[in-house]
């Protein structure tokens, strides 16, 4: 049963930035809510845009470290995903500081653009690495990069592609949550996009728990992403499916999977892949150090 656009926008809540206005509303209240809480709510810009900002001072911070270990040795894989998540975290930051050009007249297509960076963005970042910890090693060498920037590459351009088509070709507005449940393709669109994540998601779930498990690499960091991640995009293909029967749950809960995407997922992915790394590259140099201490003598006296 289809819920209208007045109920579904009574029933979403305050945090909601995809309540729907109807023709009735007055002026009045349509001032109102742009001009108090910015398109999307205080609070929900609040939640969107401090993770965001922690995060890119946080990199900052141990950015001449991990650049210095980087040059040391690392590969050319780690390297340039390291490259690629800073581009992405600013693309990201951006995206959330600029939440006003939805409800903005005349931003539409920047704000269409944005977005479909900031997403194929973070896209690539999600498949690479599911094809890096795949190879189960640090790859060294062009050979490597080649082939994950070759699966990622593809399936990143193929998605950016179908998006631009419809989103610039059609009109169906993709990246506006602000048109509620109005627009069936769009949610329609995004159902089969989350649909094709939890698959993927899924897939490496059974593979693990199968007689091919050893295919796949002992590391429990990957499993336990790929748990999360699994659970997210089943919750979200949940939420579209709602969204597109017009009910304001499916609008609320949409909204907050979008919310949580944008904020936390960018640093789920770095502990989970770079910051291993980094901490295994101290491991590695600690004992570095220890074994040329303990050839030069400095632990004799303590065998005496």
């Known amino acids: 049963m289809s819920i209208s656009l007045p109920q579904a926008a009574k029933a979403s809540l305050p945090l909601?930035?995809?309540?729907?206005?109807?023709p009735h509303?007055?002026?009045?209240?349509?001032?109102?809510?742009?001009?108090?809480?910015?398109?999307?709510?205080?609070?929900y810009d609040t939640f969107l845009v401090v993770p965001s900002v922690l995060f890119v001072l946080y990199l900052a911070v141990r950015s001449r470290r991990n650049l210095k270990k980087l040059c040391n040795g690392g590969s050319y894989i780690t390297i340039s995903y390291y490259a690629l998540l800073w581009l992405v975290t600013l693309l990201?930051?951006?995206?959330?500081?600029?939440?006003?050009?939805?409800?903005?007249?005349?931003k539409e297509v920047a704000w269409d653009l944005l977005s479909l960076f900031t997403a194929s963005g973070m896209l690539c970042l999600e498949i690479s690495l599911m094809a890096f910890l795949l190879k189960d090693n640090y790859m060294n060498g062009m050979e490597g990069l080649a082939h994950t920037s070759f699966i990622s590459g593809i399936i990143v351009i193929v998605d950016t592609l179908l998006?631009?088509?419809?989103?610039?070709?059609?009109?169906?507005?993709?990246?506006?949550?602000?048109?509620?449940s109005t627009?069936?393709?769009?949610?329609?669109?995004?159902?089969?996009?989350?649909?094709?994540?939890?698959?993927?998601?899924?897939?490496?779930?059974?593979?693990?728990f199968s007689k091919w498990k050893e295919?796949?690499?002992?590391?429990?960091?990957?499993?336990?992403?790929?748990?999360?991640?699994?659970?997210?995009s089943a919750i979200a293909l949940f939420a579209c499916g709602l969204a597109g029967i017009g009910a304001g749950l499916g609008n609320w809960l949409y909204d907050l999977t979008v919310l949580c995407y944008h904020s936390l997922y960018l640093p789920f992915l770095y502990k989970t892949f770079l910051a291993d790394f980094f901490q295994e590259e101290d491991f590695l140099l600690d004992n570095a150090y220890y074994s040329e201490m303990?050839?030069?003598?400095?632990?004799?006296?303590?065998?005496?």
């Open 92 to 106: 990201n930051l951006s995206w959330c500081f600029l939440q006003a050009w939805q409800c903005s007249p005349g």
């Open 163 to 180: 998006k631009t088509i419809y989103v610039f070709g059609f009109g169906v507005p993709l990246f506006n949550r602000h048109v509620g």
């Open 294 to 304: 303990k050839d030069a003598g400095f632990f004799d006296a303590e065998w005496e």
């Open 25 to 43: 509303t007055s002026d009045r209240d349509l001032k109102s809510h742009f001009s108090l809480t910015k398109c999307n709510g205080f609070w």
């Open 215 to 232: 295919k796949l690499p002992p590391r429990p960091a990957f499993y336990n992403y790929v748990v999360i991640m699994f659970v997210f």
């Open 183 to 208: 627009h069936q393709i769009k949610w329609g669109l995004w159902i089969i996009h989350k649909f094709l994540l939890a698959v993927a998601y899924g897939f490496i779930l059974f593979v693990h």
């Open 16 to 22: 909601s930035p995809t309540a729907s206005f109807t």
